[in-house]
């Protein structure tokens, strides 16, 4: 089973937007570039006596749900898009009499503009005042005190690590954000491609340079042959021509990259410039958007990601049905949301939250929804992720990880590297070194790869 959050490869297009604090206006009312504090102790997280064994927010129709996320300001491209993806699951959930004849309310939506500050004040609005039955976050700024102290159920998108722990925090594909996961798949697809010298490039926000500074670290260790690495790179128009350079005169003929889409396509036509010959591995830009806008230049990038590829509906019709249920609810109750990173964390928090209340049964309470979902072993949002163990996902890391290649060809992205039909590989996290794909878990979705 899955123990593990997703990897930061699979946020990383969401956060490095957090890095424009570091390097632009400073406009936060905590210092600029601060990261939420994760040494609250232990005691203040967990749940105090009492606490959760109510049901605000529900009454005999309704159940009434808040959200808080960053919907104004700098940060708000990055962090405003969860929304959609809850409310198009709780739509989908209501046009079908909703649970137990309870219709989910998204009744409050709360904006932090991108300042701690006021992301303390929403979470005391959310749970002191608006008496939210559970609340679902998207912020740089989150903070899991108050929540873990009142045991409110809350869900979401994790982008600092600072989930794990408390039983009633819910981040999208499991609380531990684990950085080592991604290594074997690099290294698989370095194999594959039978490239010998990687070059790596990564912003200097530790959202974006953990992962790359993590995983170079681990291919070295497996002994792959690492032949430049740049981490100091900056967010705001990143000139990625002198590192193409000197990739080139290393010999560089396979690249990491751990920048947003825009530092991607710069790299692309980089590289298309001087005529470097590499395969190039980006964790952000599988959109057919980009791909039909950057055609020439994106021939041939690999993309990972863990959740099933929307390039998987129309290559394999039929083979993934929560994939179809997924995009067709998105293009019918929030469109132009559908394949948006941060709103498919919004439909699985949705999805998790509602298989939690059903488990509950009808004496819902916070702590009975909290206890049923912790007892769920194998949730993967009606089969959009790989199976997530919530009996250990708060606090343990992965030993198994799964993730699927999208390539593009032509005008599309296609899944690639996958057995059959099946878009998944899975790796042992601690066989780096020519790893080779290993049994999935119970409930993968897909046929048995």
Known sequence: MRTCGRTAALALSLVVGAGLLAVGSGSAASPAGAAPSHAAGKASLECKPGTGTGAPGVTRTTIKVAAISTLSGILAADFGSLVPGVKAYFDMVNAHGGVDGRKLELAYNLDDAGLSSQF???????????????????????????????????????VNGN??????????????????????AVSYLIDKTKSSKVAILAYNVSTSSDLCRTTGKLLRKAGYHVVFTDL?????????????QRMQRAGADFVVSCMTVTGNVGLARAIQQYGLHVHQLWFDGADATVVKKYKSLLQGVYFNVQNVPESAAKRFPGVYPGLT??????????????GNALSLDGWESAALMVAGIKAAGRHLTQAAVV?????????????????VDWATAHTKPTTVACSAFEQVKGTTVQPVLGKGKQVYLCFDVAKVRHPTPVRGPRGLPGPPG
């Open 120 to 158: 303390q004040a929403d979470t005391h609005t959310a749970i002191d005042q608006d008496h939210a039955f559970a609340v679902a976050v998207s912020s740089y700024w989150f903070t899991p005190t108050y929540f873990a102290r009142t045991c409110t159920p809350t869900y979401g998108y994790d």
């Open 163 to 184: 989930w794990s722990g408390p039983p009633n925090l819910f981040a999208a594909g499991g609380s531990v954000l684990s950085l080592e996961t991604i290594a074997p």
């Open 232 to 244: 100091k790179l900056t967010p705001i128009d990143a000139n990625v021509t002198p590192d193409v």
């Open 325 to 338: 249920t997924y995009l067709e609810a998105m293009d019918r109750y929030s469109p132009g949301y559908a």
């Open 371 to 387: 206890a049923a979902t912790n007892k769920l072993t194998d949730f993967t949002s009606g089969g959009l992720q790989e199976p």
